[in-house]
């Protein structure tokens, strides 16, 4: 097995670009896959303070690697969000890899951000987990970019998070979802740019990234997640993949450039948009988003309860 | 297992209607979804005479049997396309419920609509065999239903076939051909209106009722057939109705109702269409339409091999 390009020996197999690569030159590939996306949708220049959020898993470490690399200026946060060996593992893994390198890390816990625990959020919200913790991450993203100074938000989505999603929108046809999904997403009142560096590399290219150049990460998948509608569209997908090499790629770039710009414009794009009184986060709600209005719930209840209590 | 209707002894279950049906209540059930779509889309009505192409596979004697049971006044047509076992014994099983049934039924070798053997076409168009074999057959219904005066063409593709073709065209972001997939498609110059009344019957379903009520069908698939993308894109709908009942239904309906109003209207729709300057049909070429530019090649080619030969 030869490198592509230096003919050395390789140790990495990419099939659906049909080539395999050597150490250095897979550094490379991944390299200019993220700097080809960066670049295409103008996310962000080296002038750019980057907010990034890390899990620890395997796809924000190895971006965190790469824009580091790459000379991109990263404020990377981590937020902690429940009890558990999984959540302390991952915190231990973003210390340690910022220790290691000497970057910017900040790290949160649930409350610190939100003035409650997850477990309040997941009792009153009644959101199925998964989606529950997806939202309350970004809004809190965007309120930490703000709060940290950060020009744009970044995540480390890749190929295969992306196209599940798509997979999704697509068999429900979510219309507003579908109008919204896009590697870039840009700034406007009360909310922060947020791009997806990552969206050209898949699950396993990031993995095989992590394991060639030593970065650690958590290698379980959140303890939460076990039966997410995402992972049985990601098994759809991966054999689409194999009968079919390239259509995960196809599926979601041809969506970017052919149907979107096909759809015609909703109500909701073109009329007015709301914010929320507290926050001044995007809502489509009147008066405050689903974040503060959660927030408002959890303490209401709480106080009730301190008052019945003896 | 009991009737969902009459709670008498059930023989069928349908699990995405959440429904067992005893023989009578199972052909009730059947009619009512022709029925159904039928009156949704106003594809024809019982003053309407029906063009319906019929192969002699379970899904078109399903829906010949159903449309004559509900009293709608219908011109068969079957097209002998090539030599061969599975097509002899085709024209067989047609021919044999034509005439227990009393029912008019035309039949048809390839040559006699054409003037040329579909081998001829094969090698001379350069398409897969399954694409080229439709296109031609759609274009032989288009020109036969005018022959016969009739007011409407109808072909037997059920929940499954649309379905498919529907996650191929979404993979590829096709985007003319899925500004143009419909139950219905109405007449315009030179093409008579389309139907598909079997759309909301999966395969299995259409099985179950051919198997039932003793319907005579050819139970292979067309020999040429094999390996085709339909047959593949089939069983990942499966595996994905199996864990999320109902969502063949969705994909297709809410596609319909909502992903279609939301395109815009591209060129090719608001522009100047063109005609065939031969048979009439609506074609993207500027002079003849495919077919007939098709059967030119193949007439000069066979005059230009008899001009050589000695």
Not at 89 to 104: I, L, N, P, Q, Y
Not at 155 to 168: F, I, K, P, Q
Not at 212 to 218: D, H, K
Request: contains cysteine.
């Amino acid at each position: 097995m030869k490198c592509k390009v230096c003919k050395g020996a390789a140790v990495v197999q990419v099939p659906r670009h049909n080539a395999n690569f050597c150490p250095l030159h897979y550094k490379e590939h991944i390299h200019y896959q993220v700097e080809r996306v960066i670049k295409s949708y103008r996310m962000f220049s080296k002038k750019d303070r980057i907010l990034l959020g890390v899990s620890g898993g395997k796809d924000s470490m190895v971006l965190w690697n790469v824009l580091r690399e790459l000379g991109y200026s990263v404020q990377t946060v981590h937020i902690n969000v429940r009890q558990g060996d999984y959540f302390e593992k991952s915190e231990a893994v973003v210390r340690k890899f910022a220790e290691e390198t000497g970057a910017d890390l900040k790290v949160y816990r649930f409350r610190d951000i939100f003035g409650f625990e997850f477990e309040s959020a997941l009792k009153f919200s009644r959101k199925p987990v998964c989606s529950l913790c997806g939202t309350l991450k970004r809004h809190a993203f965007n309120r930490l970019a703000k709060g940290l100074n950060c020009d744009v938000c970044a995540t480390a989505h890749n190929l295969d998070d992306e196209t599940a999603l798509l997979l999704g929108n697509v068999l429900h046809w979510q219309m507003g979802y579908l109008r919204r999904q896009s590697p870039v997403l840009e700034a406007e009142t009360g909310m922060v740019k947020k791009v997806k560096p990552a969206v050209r590399i898949t699950d396993r290219e990031m993995k095989d990234y992590a394991d060639l150049f030593s970065i650690g990460y958590v290698d379980e998948k959140c303890p939460y997640s076990r039966g997410a509608t995402t992972h049985f569209y990601k098994d759809i997908l991966n054999r689409l993949e194999d009968q079919y090499p390239g259509t995960k790629t196809y599926f979601y770039f041809k969506f970017i450039k052919d149907l979107k710009p096909s759809l015609k414009e909703a109500s909701e794009d073109t009329g007015d948009v709301n914010h929320c009184v507290r926050c001044g986060c995007k809502t489509l709600q009147d008066g405050k988003c689903f974040v503060c209005a959660l927030a408002d719930r959890i303490k209401m209840s709480a106080a009730g309860q301190e008052a019945v209590d003896p």
